[in-house]
Each structure stands twice: as structure tokens, then as C-alpha cells.
């Protein structure tokens, strides 16, 4: 499926915008992995400094969906690595979201996946299993419900009730 711009959908789009049915997140993420547009459907997680839920809903199928993780906005140590990345892309998601960390990121760019995340650091999460799946998460400016869609490129973010066309 060819990438959706998201200056395009947004300009084609703005009743929805006008509605609260379209929204962009706040532009506070940096750019990894090889793929800088994507787009699909949304699973949520929110954890804090925990990534086992993250670790399990990845080692699930993707089927190009995109995986939204509330990480609190920790910035103390990474939810997304490498091996994570990695199982990301060969589980067939779409992209990844953080409101956190990530780390091994020469990995992660070497991926053919898009990743977002507040910045990188070099110390990994706790292993205790605590946190949602399938849950609304707020962060970035909005709202996020699981089964949203997301749209992502280089220019921002795109949440939406619904799937989107130009």
C-alpha cells in the first residue's frame, strides 16, 4: 500500500479535524528505522518503565498494524530495542510509536520499520509485567483509543477515527 502524505490527509480532511475525528499529535518525536511513512490500524499499551506487555503484543502477529506504547514519557530507560524491533518487522507491524525511549538504534534504523520515540537511552526497562493492553492512552496532545488508525511520515502524525483517503 502506497503511503498516505500526511499534509494531504490533513488537507483533505479538515472537517474531521474541525470534529476531533482527525488529530495530530504533537510534533516531540524523533525519527528511526528505515521506513518513514506508515500508516494502519492501533493496538495500545501503557506501561512505565516496563516493557514485558510491550515484548508480548510484538511477538504477536502485526498484520501492519501499528503498536501505540504510553510509556509515561520516561525518559530514563528505553520500552523499544533492537531484538524488539526486529521481532516488530519480522511479526509484519507496521510501525511502532514510543512516548519514551529506545535504544540500539543503529539496529533499529537497519529495520524495515517505522519507529517514533522521545530519544534514546542506553539502559533497559524493568521486567515486572505491569501496565495495559488495549487501553485509551493520552499523550502528545490527544487522546489515543486502540483500534484508531495512525498515520505517520516525516512531516507529523496522524490519528483518526477511522481509515483515511485523499
Known amino acids: 500500500m502506497a503511503a498516505l502524505a500526511t499534509t494531504d490527509l490533513s488537507d483533505s480532511n479538515a472537517a474531521l479535524l474541525v470534529t476531533g475525528e482527525l488529530r495530530a499529535l504533537d510534533p516531540i518525536f524523533k525519527i528511526y528505522g528505515k521506513r518513514h511513512a506508515f500508516s494502519g490500524p492501533i493496538v495500545t499499551v501503557k506501561v512505565f518503565e516496563d516493557n514485558v506487555l510491550v ?7 502485526g498484520e501492519g498494524r501499528v503498536l501505540v506504547i504510553d510509556g509515561g514519557g520516561s525518559t530514563r530507560c528505553a520500552l523499544l530495542g533492537g531484538n524488539l524491533a526486529v521481532a516488530a518487522q519480522n511479526m509484519g507491524w507496521s510501525g511502532i510509536i514510543v512516548n519514551g525511549c529506545v535504544r540500539d538504534v543503529d539496529e533499529i534504523n537497519a529495520c ?7 530519544a534514546s537511552h542506553p539502559l533497559k526497562s524493568n521486567k515486572k509485567a505491569v501496565g495495559d493492553k488495549h487501553v485509551t492512552v493520552r499523550f502528545a496532545g490527544t487522546l489515543i483509543h486502540d483500534g484508531e488508525w ?10 483518526s477515527k477511522t481509515e483515511l483517503s485523499i
Request: net charge negative; hydrophobic share 45%.
Open 55 to 61: 515484548r508480548q503484543l510484538i511477538e504477536s502477529k
Open 112 to 118: 524495515d520499520i517505522g519507529v517514533r520515540a522521545l
Open 150 to 159: 495512525l498515520y505517520a511520515d516525516n512531516d507529523g502524525i496522524l490519528i
